[in-house]
C-alpha cells in the first residue's frame, strides 16, 4: 500500500515533465526561422568569361566580391570551349552548371556575370534554356550583344566567331521580341573605346540598365573598379 509521501511523488514531478514536453514541442520552431535565414542569404554568383579566355580572367571581380562579404562558396567560374556554338551546345552546357551549383548550395536561383562572348551564351541559357527560372539577376560586361563587325575576322573557321557576327541566326533570336524577358533583372557595362565590340552601342539591350563605363578597352572592365563597383551593387539590387 502505497503512503501519502509515495502518492505525492508524481505530483511533485509534474512541473519537470511539463518543461520537459514544453521544450520538446518548441524544438520544431526553429527549423522555419533557420530555413528562413537560408531563404534570404546571398544569391551563388556564377561567372562566364569570353572567347579565347578562362576563369582565370575573374580574378580581380572575384576579390572584390570576397572583400564585401561573399565566400568561395558563393563563387562560381564556369569554364568552357569558345569554339562551340551558343545556342546548339554552350547554352545547355551552362544550364548544366548551373544546376550542379544550385544543388550544391540548396539556392533557388543564381547570379551570372558575363564577359563579351560569354554574354550570347549565357542569354539564350536565359531566354530559350531553364535560365529564366534560375537566374535572379544577369550582367554583361561588353558584350556583343547586337553582334560585332570584328568577329568576321575568324567566322569563316569558328563557330563562336559566325555566332557573334550582326544578324547571326544567335543575334538575330536573342533580340527578337522582349530583348529582357522575364522577372530576371539585367544589367550592361560598356565602353565607347572598345576596340573588339563595333559598334561600341551593340552592348546596351532594351530593358536592361545600361551603364557606361567611359574609355576603357575591351579587357580593361574586368579589372575596373568603378565597372566593379557598379557590378556589387546591381547584385546587391
Do not use: I
Amino acid at each position: 500500500m502505497l503512503t501519502a509521501r509515495q502518492r505525492l511523488l508524481p505530483l511533485r514531478a509534474l512541473p519537470a515533465l511539463l518543461a520537459l514536453l514544453t521544450l520538446c514541442f518548441a524544438l520544431p520552431a526553429a527549423v522555419p526561422a533557420h530555413a528562413a535565414d537560408r531563404a534570404s542569404a546571398r544569391n551563388p554568383v556564377v561567372f562566364v568569361h569570353g572567347y579565347n579566355a578562362d576563369p582565370g580572367v575573374w580574378g580581380a571581380l572575384r576579390g572584390d566580391l570576397r572583400a564585401a562579404g561573399y565566400t568561395d562558396a558563393e563563387l562560381y567560374s564556369f569554364g568552357y570551349d569558345t569554339h562551340l556554338s551558343v545556342n546548339e551546345v554552350l547554352a545547355g552546357r551552362l544550364a548544366a552548371y548551373v544546376d550542379q551549383v544550385r544543388r550544391e548550395t540548396g539556392a533557388a536561383r543564381v547570379d551570372v556575370v558575363a564577359h563579351s562572348f560569354g554574354s550570347l551564351v549565357s542569354r539564350w541559357y536565359v531566354k530559350f534554356g531553364s535560365g529564366g527560372a534560375a537566374v535572379d539577376h544577369w550582367v554583361s560586361l561588353a558584350g556583343p550583344n547586337r553582334g560585332t563587325s570584328t568577329a568576321w575576322a575568324c567566322a569563316l573557321w569558328d563557330q563562336a566567331c559566325r555566332d557573334m557576327t550582326p544578324g547571326s541566326y544567335v543575334v538575330k533570336n536573342l533580340n527578337s521580341g522582349d530583348e529582357t524577358p522575364g522577372a530576371v533583372k539585367y544589367a550592361t557595362f560598356w565602353s565607347g573605346c572598345d576596340e573588339v565590340v563595333n559598334p561600341d552601342n551593340s552592348v546596351p539591350l532594351t530593358g536592361a540598365a545600361n551603364t557606361p563605363v567611359g574609355c576603357l578597352a575591351h579587357n580593361d572592365l574586368l579589372g575596373d573598379d568603378a565597372t566593379s563597383a557598379g557590378v556589387r551593387a546591381f547584385l546587391a539590387s
